[in-house]
């Protein structure tokens, strides 16, 4: 390469620092491990699968400020019962402000769906047409009723940050089949980041490569895609090889330092992505009616809709984890699930967005042959109170924080449909039978993707890490 090609030293250095090569630092690489960081996970002796796996690839959709398990998929007849009376017992709840108001019944009236009869509420009608689909746990237990460790817990397995989260495990233990795109993408709510932000998809201790990249639904998908001012295509493919040659002789230097070959690999990624975010992301390809039903016509359901739709481009394309967030601030306004104040107007306002595009999803992958080797998640980082927050003699119009029983399901590979696992007790307040933590949701997950959660690890600070820390067990009675 000459330096009139591309212009000057000063045009070069604005390239390679504003232009697709920085775009590994500014969106792949927000927390880079430290230098010392080493990759033990000893590839040719454990690595996965470890068995024959179910599903090849996840979607998680995340449901941000706790969704309310009594009027969703947790049906619960004595509420209606015993409505404005106090729950009956001695314990004082642990919730989060501590208000424990009058036994509330649920605001939308539940029916039983599908061949399988499972029991969904008015809240989700088009999620009532795909009930046969799912597999519903409706006795799950978190460690904390305080949003920001909640949800490190559901993505990490630990209520503290620094932790990678499971997309960044399944990358490390699968990889992805791309070389044109990441292994885990993230799809943010628009409208704002989640409880602990972009902590919620750190690859943590592992290797850089394995961070989520977040895809932006509004304006450009990443920053810096393309370069700062045209260039042509020979001055573009010098200035690469000068670059792969700099950093040969750079990690030469530094005895083939692990974490700075993914410094390179992500820098070497992003530059495959050039072409390939273009493609994945023009929705445009798709046919009107395929846009339609997953609600991209409609206001309400547009942002959501399109996340859904582009999880799925997404997968087709080789992606082995996509991740969409439905709720953001927990200022004012609440825009999530945050229910305290006004049940109805807080679960109607995100249930219309999200209720039919998850739908849509799951019949476009039914339909396509895809949900045979993908695993749909629906989770939330706890659930809601089946008494009001409000005063102890009142039936006021919130529910507060409940992380002692609540739903999630699951659809798709390796899984009984139309199914409801585990029980929570007469009014929905706590898990009482077959309870199932974090620690064993995530080693279900793992399980389907054939590796098993004890021998997925990576040592850091003198311990052999794990997703499930200690714990976990796969909750086989939901394996079909």
Known sequence: MTMPELGNRRDFLSWTSGGLTAAALASLLSADPPANAAETKGEAADAPPHHPAKARRVIHLCMCGGVSQVDTFDFKPELAKRHGQPLPTSEKPDTFFGQIGLLRQND???KQRGESGLWISELFPHLAEVADELTVIRSMLADSANHTP?????????RQNGFPVMGSWVSYGLGAETDTLPAYVVLPDPRGQPAGSTINWSNGFLPARHQGVAFRGKGPVIDDLTSARPITREAERDSRELLAELNRRHLAAHDDSAALRARMESYELAARMQLAVPQVTDLAEETAA???SYGLDRKETADFGRNCLLARRLLEKGVRFVQLFAGGSFGAPRINWDGHEE????????????DQPIAALLKDLRQRGMLD???????????????AQSAADQVGTGRDHNMGGFSVWLAGAGLKHGLAFGATDDFGWKSVEQIVTWPDFHATV???LGIQHDRLTFYHNGIQRRLT?????????ILA
């Open 446 to 448: 793992l399980h389907l």
């Open 343 to 354: 049940m109805m107007a807080n679960h109607s306002q995100e249930a219309l967005r999200v």
């Open 373 to 387: 080797d993908t695993l749909v998640l629906f989770t939330s980082e706890f659930g809601r109170t089946p008494f």
């Open 290 to 292: 395929t846009r339609a």
């Open 150 to 158: 909640a949800t490190f817990q559901q993505n990490t397995g630990f």
């Open 469 to 477: 820390n200690v714990h976990g067990q796969v909750v086989k009675g």
């Open 108 to 110: 939308w009236k539940f």
